[in-house]
């Protein structure tokens, strides 16, 4: 690494000594520190101390906005690696913001088969439709396309922390398949039937964050195997940044990330 050089940052920094760590979980650590959270604020300035190991260096092919995009796809790539998907495998995720949109990339990468997205927010819907998926806005939709044919995914993956997903996401996976869940639900109880799971006996896989997949989210990036500079998303300087935040809380249009670019 050298003075000048473009790079992307894994906003989550291990302690590399605790047993997670020792075991190469490092999302897992117990001692984990994300910058810019309320205990670590400050990460939304012209320069910030990282630590080096968090570091990965941008060839010239790949651009400051892609390099950005490293960590949803980072979450994205961790989850299909959890899931266990092998090529020529349906696939369906709940909802396409920026990590249901990343799962989806990675996918197509691995060489998903059919590609189903269920997104209730309109302007959300367009990008994934691009990529080849078939996108409903709602489970219950893809459930009735499934039910048709006996045709469920054997992987779904859950990306949107509604309300309800959790649940909704159950009844569309095949039996013995497995529901990834990557999104956080809101709220953090969650009621589900568990007659549904148990009568398919699916695997639930539960996703934190990401772990090593900053280096090989780079290197696919400038390869162009993955798609990030196409990704619908929207710049702001760095006095934009209350504007950046509100319009990613207000879920602006077809804007899946705010980019501040200090
Ligand atoms: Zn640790």
């Excluded at 992307?8 to 984990?32: F, I, Q």
């Excluded at 009844?171 to 398919?200: F, H, M, N, T, W």
Aim: charged letters at 20%.
């Amino acid at each position: 690494m050298q003075v000048g050089d473009r790079v992307a940052c894994e906003p989550s920094w291990h302690c590399g000594a605790c047993d997670m760590c020792l075991r190469g979980l490092e999302n897992l650590c117990r001692n984990v520190i994300f910058p810019s959270f309320p205990d670590n604020p400050g990460a939304m300035a012209e320069y910030i101390a990282v630590p080096a190991f968090s570091l990965c260096r941008l060839p010239d092919s790949v651009s400051f906005t892609a390099g950005a995009l490293a960590e949803p796809l980072g979450v994205g790539l961790h989850a299909v690696r959890l899931s266990g998907l092998e090529p020529g495998q349906d696939v369906a995720i709940l909802g396409a913001g920026a990590i249901g949109v990343s799962i989806l990339d990675v996918c197509l990468h691995f060489g998903a088969a059919r590609t189903y997205v269920a997104e209730p927010m309109i302007d959300r819907q367009a990008y994934p439709r691009r990529l080849g998926a078939t996108v409903k806005s709602s489970a219950a939709e893809l459930e009735a396309i499934f039910e048709a044919d006996a045709s469920h995914p054997p992987i779904v993956f859950e990306a949107s922390g509604g309300a309800t997903a959790f649940s909704e996401c159950l009844p569309l996976v095949r039996p013995a398949g497995c529901a990834a869940i990557v999104g956080i639900p809101e709220p953090d109880e969650q009621c589900y039937s568990a007659r549904v799971p148990r009568r398919k006996e699916l695997t639930v896989q539960f996703c934190r964050r990401s772990r090593n997949t900053l280096e090989e989210c780079v290197r696919l990036l400038a390869e162009g195997e993955l798609h990030a500079e196409q990704y619908p998303v929207r710049e702001f300087s760095l006095d934009e940044a209350p504007q950046a935040m509100q319009a990613a809380m207000n879920y602006d249009g077809d804007m899946i990330r705010a980019i501040v670019r200090p």
